[in-house]
Structure formats: structure tokens, C-alpha cells
């Protein structure tokens, strides 16, 4: 899943110049290629497939083939200012014991991931089918999707896990801000954007 | 034996020798009054200077790397596959240099040279050279060719310690280290394969305390039995498996000690045509650079802290099935190149092959391989 222009921007609004980032589930290196030009973010994307890898070598950024699902345990504590995971905590193993190490390895945590809330997937669940939305294409025998969750789920999570969110977008299915999102997230938003850190 | 020479092929290539009339000092304390190395070279060396590739060769390797030295050749170089108009290192765009390592027995000064003191070949008198001499002779062919700073330092296994080394020594003679099928230094099982292989040629009564040449024999037992082993660990359970299983030469077993499976007829082959083409001492030779090959182990052990002051970008490369130099190893290159905030790519092939696998033409590490020379080739990354 590629991330949208919009959302690359409210990410890069969040950095500071000049960082150090690890980008988690990487893709061909589009977020941190747009990261280097618009942040001067120096750092690497982590990746386990392998076309996609060979994207993000063209792409010009320094890409590293891990599973995630391994875990991260050879990168040192506090090596970098912000892990970023984007659109992938749903499709890894252990998403809790991930946040931790992210948080562990970097200072603040950046993660997106698709709303199972959103008054679509409740629709499609209501009719009594699995969800198949512009955020969530796959069928339920082969998406990579294992752990959905919804925005309440996840910071209910947050709050388990004594994070504290220092901010939230929540974006409607044109992938923006709006209105509707802002005050129904867990029923209008698509996609939900945290920065985190640990309390 | 090619008919015609395929349009990928740098075709018909004749080795270049240097004359180095300099001595070299060498880690182990010892020197060399000068040297010869023979090398060849495929592409062509732009005005700038800055399209030079340089190929570090592995344990066996040498200098003839791409293309054929004649018609008659039934195999090209031993990196064919990578190496070539239009193959991920390019010699339309790249110039290519291979040179054979200082101990060689492919024409480089070796233990099968004159020694000029004693007028008789080295043999074992050939002082044991470490990763960093070669480095430090390569540097010497640079020189001689009137390269400033190598696009890329290149190789798989021995040949990626060398663009490892490369990086350290001399971070600003090469913008990229590719290092392929590597390894940081060798673990005990590594090393305890090299001591067989030199205890199998070292308790070969023909070999002579290493003065065979003067005995007009060569060790060619105990060479047959270094390579039959090493070859074994340069490929994987699987790949035997599949190339051999438990197939039998004759269709039924013989009660004997002849040749039966299918497989120890191969490894036989292998060991007994590898004994016509390679001398015993440089193999001895080489077995010890590898052991000895640890470049961390003069910054506290840390790796990170040895590759502190590099410059280059490194692209780093492992296959799944390789367990002589497995992936995790790499992973450590990497690990300390991650701690540095070196810029690093790290590509990790699934692939069955064992350790040659960094020589076989599988699709992913030709894509992944050619995507990073093209970086290489448009001068760098962020």
C-alpha cells in the first residue's frame, strides 16, 4: 500500500529537519525518499519483500531486507529520533512487542494504519461479510492484514502500554482531514496517524 | 568451449601483468624486495577516471574473472554472470579491474616464485599475507592504472572482506563497497574447515614440509581432499539433494570403497581437476588470510568502531542457504554500518545454492545487483 501525497506531508510536518528515521515496512522508499528531499531525514527503510527492495535501492534510499516480525533486537537503543510505520502494524505478527521495540530504538514513534472502525468495514460486517474497502483491498484468505484494530483499540492499547500520543490526524476516505472525522474518528476515519512517545 | 562469443561476453580478454620494483611491507612484519601482479581489465577507463570497478577474488578465484582467454576455453571467468555488456556491472559504462592476490599461483607473485634470495621457489618461505596487504597492493595497481577512487570495491565471500578492508583503509580511494556473501571474520567452524583442509594437505607425504616443487610432486592427495571438502560447504544440503539425491553411479550398490553414489564421483571429479589448475601452498596460503581476517579486532572488537571513518556507500548481500558465511553474518556488517549511520542496503536472497550462490545467475540478486550499479554508475545516493 503506497501512501498518498497528503499523507507524506502531514508525516513530514511532523519531523524535525535534519533527523535520523528508520521507516518500518518501507515499501520501494517512497516515504523516506520524500523525507530526504522535503526533511534532510537521513536513516533507512526496512523491508522484507524483495521487488520492493530492488524499488527502493532505485529509489536512492538505504534499504535493509528484514522481517519485522523477527523483531529489531540488533538495532541499539535510542538510535533513532523517530520510527515510522506506516500502513504495516496491521500485517505484523506481534504489533504490541513492535511498538515497544520501536520505542525502544527511537526517541518518538510514527505510526498510520487503516481504522477497522470505519463505518464502512461496519457496514460490510453488518451484512455479514469481511470488509473489502479502498484501504483494506484484500479478501480475508490473502491479505497480509492479521491484526486490525480499531482507533479505539489502538489507544486503549497506547494507554496499556503508558504511551502518551502527542498528536493524532484522523483522515476520511478522501485521505484529509475533515470535519466528520475530527468528531466521529472511530466512525469516519479511514486512516489514523499517531506520533507517539513513551510517558 | 564457446563457438562464438555471446553478444553479454567481454569476449577474448589477455591478463596484464604490473611490475611493482618497490618493497612492500606486510602485516605479518616480513616484506617483499617487489612484486608482480597479473590482472586483466574489460570496459573502458573514462577521461575522468571515475568509472573503475575493482573485483576482489575468493579463495580459488583469480584474476580471469569475465570473458574467455581463448576459443578453446570451456568455461569463462569465474564472475561471468555479473560481469559484462549489458550484466549488473556493466562494462559498457564500468571499467572493470581483477587482479590476482599477492600468494596467487595464477601468475602473481606467490609461493611458486623465485625467491631472489635463495634463487628456488618460496614454497612455505612465502610470507603469510593478510587481507590488508592485498588491499595495500591493490592500492599499488590503482597507482599504476591512474585511479584516484574506485567507483566500487566488489566481491563475494574473501572477495567481500577485501571491499570491507577497502572501505577502512583507505575510506577515500572507493565510493562504494559491495560486499557479497561475506562475512566480518570467520567463526570456529570456519576456521576448523580450513584447518582440515590444511591438515589434509599438510600430513600428504608428497607435500614435503611445502618443498614439492623440488621433489618434482605435487600434494595431490591432500589437495584433492581440502577442495572435495571445501566444495561441500560451498553448497547446501538442499542443492545436494537436488543435484545428486542417493543416486548410484552403476543403478546398485557394490559392497566396496570404489566410487558408487553419484555424489563422491562429483566431489572426486572436483577435488582431482582442482589439483591440476591450484598450488597447495597458496591454497595453505589463503586458507590463513581468511582465519586471520577480522578487522575489528584492533578497535576493542567492535566492528562499528573499525568502520568508524569509512566514506564509501555499502551495498551488502546474502543468501538464504549459505551457511559457510550465512546471512546472519552479513547482518552484522550491517548491524555495525547501522550503529555508524552509514549508508548501507542490505539485500538477503532466498536462494539454495549455499555459498556459490554469489556466483550463480539467480534473477533476485541479478536485479537487486544491477539496481545498485546503477546508483554506482549515476555517482551516489542521498
Known amino acids: 500500500m503506497s501512501l498518498l501525497r497528503s499523507e507524506l506531508r502531514m508525516i513530514a510536518d511532523w519531523i524535525r529537519p535534519g533527523s535520523h528515521v528508520l521507516d518500518l515496512g518501507c515499501g520501494d522508499g517512497t516515504l523516506l525518499r520524500y523525507l530526504h528531499e522535503e526533511r534532510q531525514v537521513t536513516g533507512y527503510g526496512m523491508e522484507i519483500d524483495q521487488d520492493k527492495i530492488v524499488k527502493a535501492i532505485e529509489n536512492n534510499i538505504n534499504v535493509i531486507q528484514t522481517d519485522l516480525d523477527a523483531g529489531l533486537s540488533e538495532i541499539e537503543s535510542g538510535s533513532f529520533d523517530y520510527v515510522i510505520m506506516s500502513e504495516t502494524l496491521q500485517a505484523v505478527r506481534y504489533p504490541d512487542k513492535l511498538i515497544d521495540e520501536m520505542l525502544r530504538i527511537g526517541a518518538e514513534a510514527i505510526i498510520t494504519f487503516p481504522n477497522f472502525g470505519h463505518w464502512r468495514c461496519r457496514m460490510e460486517l453488518f451484512y455479514g461479510r469481511m470488509p473489502v474497502t479502498p484501504s483494506l483491498p484484500n479478501t480475508w484468505y490473502n491479505t497480509p492484514n492479521i491484526h486490525l484494530c480499531t482507533i479505539k483499540d489502538f489507544e486503549q492499547l497506547c494507554e496499556d502500554m503508558s504511551l502518551t500520543v502527542l498528536q493524532r490526524i484522523v483522515v476520511d476516505r478522501d485521505h484529509k482531514p475533515s470535519a466528520t472525522a475530527w468528531l466521529l474518528p472511530n466512525l469516519m476515519g479511514e486512516i489514523a496517524l499517531y506520533r507517539l512517545q513513551r510517558q | ?382
Open chain 2, 1 to 382: 568451449m564457446p563457438e562464438t562469443i555471446p553478444a553479454d561476453s567481454v569476449g577474448l580478454v589477455t591478463p596484464q601483468k604490473l611490475v611493482h620494483d618497490a618493497p612492500i611491507d606486510l602485516d605479518c612484519g616480513r616484506s617483499l624486495p617487489g612484486f608482480e601482479m597479473v590482472y586483466e581489465t574489460y570496459g573502458q577507463l573514462n577521461t575522468r577516471k571515475d568509472n573503475a570497478i575493482l573485483i576482489c577474488h575468493a579463495l580459488s578465484g583469480d584474476h580471469h574473472a569475465a570473458g574467455y582467454h581463448s576459443m578453446e576455453d570451456r568455461k569463462p571467468g569465474w564472475w561471468d554472470t555479473c560481469i559484462g555488456p549489458g550484466k549488473p556491472i556493466d562494462t559498457n559504462r564500468f571499467f572493470v579491474v581483477a587482479p590476482n592476490n599477492l600468494g596467487g599461483c595464477k601468475g602473481t607473485t606467490g609461493p611458486m616464485s623465485t625467491n631472489p634470495e635463495t634463487g628456488k621457489a618460496y614454497g612455505p618461505d612465502f610470507p603469510i599475507v593478510t587481507v590488508s596487504d592485498w588491499v595495500r597492493s591493490q592500492a599499488l595497481l590503482a597507482d599504476h592504472l591512474g585511479i584516484e577512487q574506485w567507483a566500487a570495491v566488489a566481491g563475494g565471500s574473501l572477495g567481500g572482506m577485501q571491499a570491507l578492508q577497502w572501505a577502512i583503509d583507505y575510506p577515500d580511494r572507493l565510493r562504494h563497497s559491495i560486499v557479497i556473501a561475506g562475512a566480518p571474520k570467520l567463526s570456529a567452524q570456519n576456521i576448523g574447515f580450513n584447518e582440515i583442509a590444511r591438515q589434509a594437505i599438510m600430513s600428504d607425504p608428497d607435500f614435503h614440509e611445502g618443498r614439492y616443487y623440488d621433489y618434482n610432486t605435487i600434494p595431490r592427495r591432500g589437495l584433492m581432499i581440502a577442495r572435495m571438502l571445501g566444495h561441500i560447504t560451498y553448497l547446501s544440503d538442499l542443492s545436494m539433494r537436488a543435484k545428486f539425491g542417493r543416486e548410484l553411479r552403476e543403478g546398485k550398490i557394490n559392497f566396496g570403497f570404489d566410487v558408487e553414489f553419484q555424489v563422491e564421483s562429483y566431489l572426486r571429479y572436483q577435488g582431482k581437476s582442482f589439483v591440476e589448475k591450484f598450488d597447495a601452498n597458496t591454497y595453505l596460503l589463503m586458507t590463513k588470510v581468511l582465519d586471520y581476517f577480522d578487522p575489528a579486532k584492533d578497535y576493542d572488537d567492535d566492528l562499528s568502531t573499525a568502520l568508524k571513518d569509512t566514506r564509501a556507500e555499502f551495498f551488502v548481500a546474502a543468501f538464504t542457504g549459505d551457511w559457510r558465511f550465512a546471512p546472519q553474518r552479513s547482518r552484522e556488517i550491517v548491524k555495525a554500518l547501522v550503529k555508524g549511520r552509514k549508508n548501507v542496503s542490505y539485500s538477503e536472497i532466498t536462494a539454495h545454492h549455499g555459498h556459490d550462490a554469489f556466483l550463480m545467475p539467480i534473477q533476485d540478486y541479478m536485479d537487486a545487483l544491477r539496481t545498485y550499479m546503477n546508483r554506482v554508475a549515476q555517482g551516489g545516493a542521498q
